[in-house]
């Protein structure tokens, strides 16, 4: 049976230091010269058919596309070496990436017009093409991915510990495969389940990571945040359209979102105006209707709302044609039909405020007299454990990401809730967010950890999303300031971009308490350096809501279609 397209395997791309790297070039049967999609991975290439449900190679190339799926240096088919993320590696990816798209636009079947795509590294790939700025890049679109400078909005100054851990051991695996040796099965284990490192104290003197083949230490990976830190993109450097695509159950999602708004502000006059933002219920490992613990439904799936757009838009920069697409489309998780929008949040949305009040209640009115506070304790040694939401949810041993129930941490006496009333009608939630917490604690450092929920009828208490503010960091991640014990301080948690709806009768909620672990790494209260402690301190925390600490949430509401 004909498929309609063929493949031409293992095809030599050298570059400029004379390395070959290998690449399959999928073309429609008919032959022809077209546009080409340029998708570089770290992960296979035989497996990048259908990344994360985005998109389907086979229908790309259906639509009139070459698309070439090259293997980045030092990885499976590719020559070379490896260096993991570090800076020395990602300038050389920018090189061969830039190699590649002049390569597919000098070959015989390419009119010369080439895009570029991708997800997660990918993604980050096509930020770097994007600045080189080769001659024949018309069009990007980085999904999923974020950079240096942004990792304030998702981190609040913690380090996502389990990620980056289980990245490299997992990286480290595929180095194996690609040497044709057979993997350690003391690797594989480790690979498949980290606790090993992560539940380690001191952190930094794990020996896991100290084995032939890893690019970095686990001290580099901590103290200098060579693994979990992307590189810098200069935005203003972009000189194509870019059509960045995110979930709202994504780690990157404010990083999608404040990237959109550099390119609408920091790039040429002539090319601004021409990015575009594609906005889901996705999480960074699936673009299907499953997500946590919930069906979004077919109007969530991927490949069925995401590609449509990105051919729309590749049309229009590669071929001249095609319908335009909105400056921003959104999918409202509880909604069937995608929104469209100019800014974000959108014009239409208005910032709304709850407080946190004494004895758990969430209302729309400042405490008029002074509340008693809320307190609890705080032991690094019993963290409350990462339960779905912005995670990459292939390395979570607790469970998928996304939305979860969670009313096992509702029940830990180190966790606050707060629930507004019940819905007299349905609320829709589309903009930014942010906890402002007036708080002191015993410690000279600790964490503060929000959560936003939707409490249903049935009793379940659906994580919409959280978020992490570093006390250490509450003036940015850029400086250390250590906490006077007992002072009251007010540190702003960033939620970043949400949407969602709360149908009538659910009630909206917020979960604190102190700690996210694995996701992020256990403060230790000590004000140490991450990594460094092996005895961790308890810490006492306090909660304010009062005229003169109005502990409270901040979001973008608008209204149900």
């Not at 349905?426 to 929920?453: E, K, N």
């Not at 992490?468 to 002072?487: C, M």
């Amino acid at each position: 049976m004909s498929t309609g397209f063929v493949v031409d395997t293992d095809v030599a791309v050298p570059v400029r230091d004379g390395v070959v790297l290998r690449a399959d070039v999928w073309r429609p049967a008919g032959g022809g010269v077209r546009p080409a999609l340029v998708h570089r991975t770290p992960y296979d290439k035989s497996l990048a058919a259908g990344e994360r449900g985005f998109y389907q190679v086979d229908r790309l190339v259906a639509a009139g596309y070459a698309v070439v799926v090259q293997d980045t240096r030092g990885r499976y088919a590719s020559a070379g070496e490896w260096a993991g993320l570090t800076p020395s590696m990602w300038a050389i990816e920018a090189d061969d990436t830039y190699d590649t798209v002049e390569w597919a636009a000098r070959q015989p079947w390419c009119d010369g017009g080439v895009a570029m795509f991708g997800a997660s590294y990918p993604g980050a790939l096509c930020w770097l093409g994007a600045m080189a700025r080769p001659p024949h890049l018309r069009a990007i679109v980085p999904m999923l991915t974020g950079d240096r400078a942004t990792a304030y909005l998702d981190t609040g100054g913690a380090f996502w510990l389990h990620t980056w851990v289980s990245w490299y051991l997992n990286a480290l695996v595929g180095q194996y495969t690609r040497d044709g040796r057979a993997v350690p099965a003391e690797l594989a284990a480790v690979a498949a389940d980290c606790a090993e490192v992560v539940e380690h104290l001191p952190l930094d003197a794990s020996t896991v990571f100290d084995r032939p083949g890893m690019p970095v230490t686990l001290e580099e990976i901590l103290r200098e945040d060579a693994a979990g830190t992307p590189p810098l993109f200069a935005i203003e450097r972009v000189a194509v359209p870019a059509m960045l695509i995110g979930g709202w159950y994504d780690f990157y999602a404010a990083r999608t979102v404040d990237q959109f708004r550099r390119l609408r502000t920091g790039t040429a006059p002539e090319v601004r105006d021409a990015h575009r933002l594609v906005l889901g219920p996705w999480t960074h490992d699936s673009a299907g209707p499953v997500q946590g613990e919930l069906n979004l439904g077919v109007p969530a799936a991927g490949p069925g709302s995401v590609q449509p757009a990105m051919l729309a838009f590749l049309d229009r920069h590669l071929k001249g044609a095609g319908p335009e697409v909105p400056p921003i489309r959104y999918l409202v998780p509880g909604e069937t039909r995608w929104r469209d929008a100019s800014t974000w949040p959108p014009a239409e949305a208005s910032r709304r405020t709850w407080y946190l009040r004494s004895g758990g209640g969430l209302t729309g009115s400042m405490p008029a007299e002074d509340e008693p506070p809320d307190r609890y304790r705080y032991d690094p040694a019993d963290p409350v454990r990462t339960l779905g939401g912005r995670v990459s949810g292939n390395i979570i041993a607790s469970g998928p990401a996304g939305p979860r129930d969670q009313r096992v941490l509702v029940e830990r006496t180190d966790v606050l809730t707060y629930t507004a009333r019940s819905l007299d009608e349905p609320l829709v939630l589309a903009g930014d967010a942010t906890v402002f917490v007036h708080a002191s604690t015993s410690a000279v450092d600790t964490d503060f950890v929000a959560r936003l929920v939707d409490v249903h009828p049935d009793g379940r208490w659906m994580l919409i999303t959280s978020a992490l503010t570093r006390a250490r960091h509450r003036k940015g991640v850029d400086r250390e300031l250590p906490v006077e014990p007992g002072a009251v301080e007010e540190y702003e948690i960033h939620l970043g971009p949400v949407a969602h709806r709360l149908a009538t009768g659910h009630r909206l909620g917020v979960l604190l308490c102190s700690s996210d672990f694995p996701w992020f790494d256990r403060n230790m209260n000590t004000g140490n350096a991450i990594g460094a402690d092996t005895v961790p301190l308890v810490a006492d925390q306090t909660i304010f809501h009062d005229p003169a600490h109005p502990s409270r949430l901040e979001i973008h509401t608008h209204t149900t279609h």
